[in-house]
């Protein structure tokens, strides 16, 4: 099976920086993919690593490291409206999520 | 605009009805998944499919089962339906080299 690791909550306050860490260990690896779900939407699909190192997006960045089985997303800047899930998900020849991790933004 | 349209978003059943729920994409994609999500155990894999009339099983396919038909189409099927079904349904799909997935704006089933 895969076992998909990250935490439960995290607080920060508007306009600082916050680092969600995911680690897994699957049978096989084709990629990781980090998705962003305000509550009662569905997931939306915010970045993709395959190869080792950091992907930079606008406000948000990810990165992976294949050997140490380890992803993180960092969110800077932090705006109120990044208050939601963020989840973490591992493809293999499935799509397998972690439980995710809510994110508060704090005035 | 892409889409992953799923056929109802609020569905209350009795326990032992069956149950279908259907998910339709525009994308012309390979593979679609159905999830279901319950509070603090996140997305869990039901069953997915790589083609028309092929099915695997995800990792808690106990009481589902599926059809694909058609690529565009997937059902989830509950054969009959127990109060410990009730959950938050998720469809999604991804191109067969691409695996970001679409997903649909969820089912929220009760089972009374």
């Known amino acids: 099976g895969q076992n998909i690791d990250q935490p439960t909550e995290m607080t920060a306050t508007e306009g600082a920086i916050v680092q969600i860490n995911c680690t897994y260990q699957t049978s096989g690896f084709n990629g990781l993919f980090w998705y962003q779900q305000h509550a009662g939407e569905a997931p939306t699909f915010l970045s993709y690593?395959?190869?080792?190192g950091l992907e930079e997006k606008g406000r948000f960045s990810s990165f992976l490291s294949r050997s140490k089985g380890y992803s993180y997303l960092l969110l800077k800047e932090l705006q109120m409206k990044d208050s939601a899930s963020y989840l973490c998900a591992v493809w293999v020849y499935k799509l397998s999520f972690g439980a995710g991790t809510t994110v508060t933004v704090r005035a | 605009d892409v889409k992953v349209t799923q056929s109802s978003r609020y569905l209350v059943k009795r326990t032992g009805e069956k149950v279908f729920l259907e998910c339709v994409q525009d994308m012309d994609h390979e593979n679609m998944f159905w999830y279901r999500q319950d509070p603090g155990l996140g997305l869990r894999l039901i069953y997915f499919s790589y083609d028309v009339k092929m099915k695997e099983k995800g990792d808690i396919p106990e009481g589902y089962s599926v059809s694909r038909e058609k690529k565009e189409r997937f059902s989830l099927i509950l054969e009959s339906a127990s109060t410990n079904q009730t959950s938050m349904y998720l469809c999604a799909s991804t191109a067969l080299t691409k695996a970001e997935a679409f997903f649909g704006q969820g089912t929220r089933l009760t089972v009374v």
């Open positions: 690593n395959v190869l080792d």
